[in-house]
């Protein structure tokens, strides 16, 4: 018998005698290294026998795992790590068939290690690259199976660690072998993406959070390598780095989904984390699809918890800073209406106390503190996402937020269902304006006409007037950090007087052309509503500061000459205002002027470095320190401010005097006569209408202009006694008067913008054939040569002679008259 095998032995094929030889008869002894070569050499020399030799390795392993024989099932794996290394022929294919089959029979095993060592060998196969494609292989197996084993759950710990790492480096293995493979199965469907980015997660969220990661970690230690976060860590990252435009949304959901399935939203460090992660590692220019996801899952989100919710509204705002330096994309005014949407939601959340909460199916009763730490996320990611954006992307949001505050109208009045729809709307006013403070914070723009159009400065001051003190605060704060461009607000955080302005080391720049512009064109909006500001009863000390701040912060950054002189007689008005108390004012609101008063002014000296107004200013203010403290911002913005009932006593040495300053600053150049003219604000709405002329206010103004210089108006009524009568009928009927010449020129304005053309045109044509004929007949007037002395122009010949048509006596078209 012995013979007889021994014939046998000898006529096998001779791949498996060489097979067959690198297996010593002690598995201990490991592989045989000579008959390795051998093995090797014939693999290479005949490639047609790899697939064969492949099979029949194969065949052998199964053999000796069934007969739990693990000495010889290593030596087979060796031996088929070195013939893959060695072996990249287009042969090839059929081996790995063999190959990866074998591996799929030790990840099976429930030995820890026989699923490592099936792994590593993956891992060694995954760095190889094919000459030849592959048209039928799949991983869908080894994407479950090193999943499952990203969540091993071994009694051992440090087993467990291995299986864990095992199976993080095996889904590094596929990816490698699959991403950059088009012909291999998409490692980016949705089916793998959401076994891959889970079990990532899983691993990196069983460690400590660190104080501070780097963006792109370098090499890291050993001791660091065999921890399963920092390896799910870099896989992830290596994964991300790896997404193309069209797979970042397969690649972030899952991610959200693992977060909202172990309520990790609420600590929010972890989902914080985990997105940084995320928005270093992709393309900076997909930034914008990751802002696009978590937006999407915020409104999907609207009805859970405000902690859930706020939590989402926080990884927002860290991701939208990182995204600076990609791209927030193109849809900028959707992403602030989204979280505007959620702040008007939250409010009426925290109005009506409950809400249909989305997970048990019921209602749940809302915690206002948790509601009101979820507008104060929303606000602070409004400020975030702003601050990323261009110039002229943060204006078009600013206006946008501007025109979502709800604010009362001449023409458009608020809707108040009762006191609940009071409050909704000051809420919503509130938290509208701080987002709007927060997205104006740092914002420069060297054109105020620009960063402040007319729409815009119409809604942001009528705000200004409204009753609510913290509404009034929120709009001079607004102000304030447009205005403010070269960073001097926080040293006029209070209020004071002192004698020497230069220690507050000033950065003031002379007025450009586009600054003195904007000041003609909107100065006295601003003055009277800084002074109609003064005027209310409720303001307190954070009011004052704010307004003596925007006063500096004009004076240093807007003004010229004219606009100084208004300023003065501004402040001047309001020491009136404070001196005569036709508005009964509170004591604190009246010696708060004064002191406001006179630290402008003292400001505003220094600046025009007049000797003799500063000399004036200072001698009043020397002559209140010794007999009025309390009208002196020292006295007044304390923490015990020191009041006097005596204000109706005061003495003319202690108030600054109109015609003093007046007669000093002629003295200097400045327009004295306007400087002597008391500040008198307009008293009626300012008419939005008349912002911007219309053909119809062009008409009207025509029509007042031919009116005014008709002969009927040329004669003189006879002077009347002037009473005090007459100047009460005066004011009464100017008031009528302007309201009915708003209500006239109101619906001029409609006409033109609701009627059909051909009246529009038949309009214009009259207008256009009167103005023509006017036109004619002046030009006949002052244009006709005298006559000659013969009464007629002769030629030489006797003839009389012929004259072209004059330039004033042609027939225009309508249209060209204008």
Request: proline letters at 5%; aromatic letters at 6%.
């Amino acid at each position: 018998m012995t013979g007889v095998c021994g014939c046998c032995g000898a006529l096998r094929p001779r791949y498996k005698r060489l097979v067959d030889n690198i297996f010593p008869e002690d598995p201990e002894d490991g592989l045989v290294k000579t008959n390795m070569e051998k093995l090797t050499f014939y693999a290479l020399s005949a490639p047609e026998k790899l697939d064969r030799i492949g099979a029949y390795l194969s065949e052998k392993l199964i053999r000796d795992v069934s007969r739990h024989r693990y000495g010889y099932v290593c030596i087979a794996m060796e031996a088929l790590d070195q013939l893959l290394m060695a072996c990249h022929c287009q042969s090839i294919n059929l081996f790995v068939e063999s190959f990866l089959k074998m591996v799929a029979k030790l990840l099976e095993s429930e030995k820890p290690d026989l699923q490592i060592l099936g792994t590593n060998s993956f891992v060694k196969f995954a760095n190889i690259e094919e000459d030849t494609p592959s048209y039928h292989r799949s991983y869908d197996f080894f994407v479950s199976r090193f999943s499952e084993m990203c969540h091993s759950s071994h009694d051992d710990m440090d087993i467990r660690t291995k299986i864990r790492m095992s199976g993080i480096k095996g889904l590094q293995g596929v990816v490698r072998k699959t991403v950059n493979d088009e012909l291999q199965a998409n490692i980016w469907d949705p089916q793998h993406m959401d076994k891959i980015v889970p079990s990532l997660l899983f691993n990196l969220q069983h460690v400590e959070e660190a104080e501070s990661r780097s963006p792109s970690p370098l090499q890291t230690t050993e001791k660091e390598k065999e921890n399963p976060a920092e390896l799910a860590e870099r896989c992830l990252r290596e994964l991300l780095g790896r997404a193309a435009y069209g797979n970042i949304k397969n690649a972030i959901k899952p991610v959200l989904i693992h977060l909202d399935n172990h309520s990790l939203w609420e600590p929010k460090t972890f989902a914080i984390r985990c997105f940084k992660i995320i928005m270093y590692s992709i393309q900076p220019q997909h930034s914008h699809l990751v802002i696009q996801q978590l937006l999407s899952h915020l409104d999907a989100n609207s009805k859970s918890a405000a902690t859930v919710r706020a939590g989402i509204v926080e990884v927002l705002s860290e991701a939208a800073i990182i995204a600076a330096s990609g791209s927030v994309g193109p849809t900028v005014l959707e992403v602030f209406n989204t979280l505007l949407r959620q702040l008007r939601l939250s409010i009426d959340y925290a109005l009506t106390g409950s809400y249909d909460c989305i997970i048990t199916g019921g209602t749940k009763i809302i915690k206002e503190h948790e509601e009101r730490m979820f507008q104060e996320a929303v606000i602070k990611t409004t400020g975030s996402f702003a601050s990323t954006l261009p110039t002229y992307q943060r204006s078009e949001v600013m206006l946008f937020i501007m025109s979502k505050v709800p604010l009362p109208s001449l023409h458009h009045p608020l809707d108040m269902a009762g006191k609940a729809g009071e409050n909704r709307n000051r809420l919503t006013q509130i938290m509208l304006l701080k987002s709007l403070l927060q997205v104006s914070t740092g914002f420069q723009c060297s054109n105020m006409l620009t960063a402040l159009p007319s729409s815009f400065l119409d809604r942001l001051l009528s705000a200004a007037l409204m009753e609510d003190p913290e509404i009034r605060l929120f709009v001079l704060q607004i102000l304030i950090s447009f205005i403010d461009r070269q960073g001097n607000k926080h040293k006029f955080q209070t209020i004071s007087t002192i004698s020497d302005i230069s220690i507050l080391m000033l950065k003031v720049d002379k007025c450009s052309r586009q600054d003195t512009v904007f000041m003609k064109k909107h100065s006295q909006q601003l003055y009277r509503h800084i002074y109609l500001t003064c005027k209310e009863e409720n303001n307190s000390r954070a009011h004052y500061e704010a307004l003596y701040a925007l006063l500096a912060l004009i004076s240093i950054e807007l003004a010229n000459e004219e606009v100084v002189v208004d300023l003065i007689r501004l402040v001047l008005a309001m020491q009136e205002l404070a001196q005569v108390n036709e508005d009964n004012l509170p004591l604190y609101g009246r010696c708060a002027l004064y002191a406001l008063g006179a630290a402008y002014l003292n400001l505003i000296s220094q600046l025009t470095t007049v000797p003799a107004f500063v000399q004036h200013i200072h001698e009043v203010i020397d002559m209140r320190q010794k007999e009025a403290p309390y009208m002196l911002p020292e006295g007044v913005f304390a923490e015990k401010p020191r009041l006097s009932r005596n204000l109706d006593r005061l003495g003319p040495e202690i108030l600054f005097r109109q015609s003093k300053i007046s007669e000093v600053l002629g003295g200097s150049g400045y327009n004295s006569d306007r400087l002597s003219t008391p500040y008198i604000p307009q008293l009626t709405d300012e008419d939005r209408l008349s912002k911007r002329k219309s053909i119809g206010e062009t008409i009207s103004l025509q029509v007042e202009v031919e009116s005014r210089n008709s002969p009927e108006r040329e004669e003189r009524a006879p002077a009347e006694e002037i009473t005090y009568e007459t100047l009460k009928k005066a004011i009464v009927d100017s008031v009528a008067v302007e309201e009915q010449e708003r209500e006239r020129r109101r619906q001029v304005v409609e006409k033109f913008q609701k009627a059909p053309f051909e009246e529009i045109a038949a309009h214009c044509g009259a207008r256009a054939t009167l103005l023509q004929s006017k036109l004619n007949q002046i030009f006949e007037i002052t244009i006709r040569p005298p006559p000659s002395p013969s009464g007629t122009i002769t030629a030489a010949y006797g003839q009389p002679q012929s004259h072209s048509i004059p330039v004033y006596e042609m027939k225009f078209p309508d249209l060209c008259v204008y």
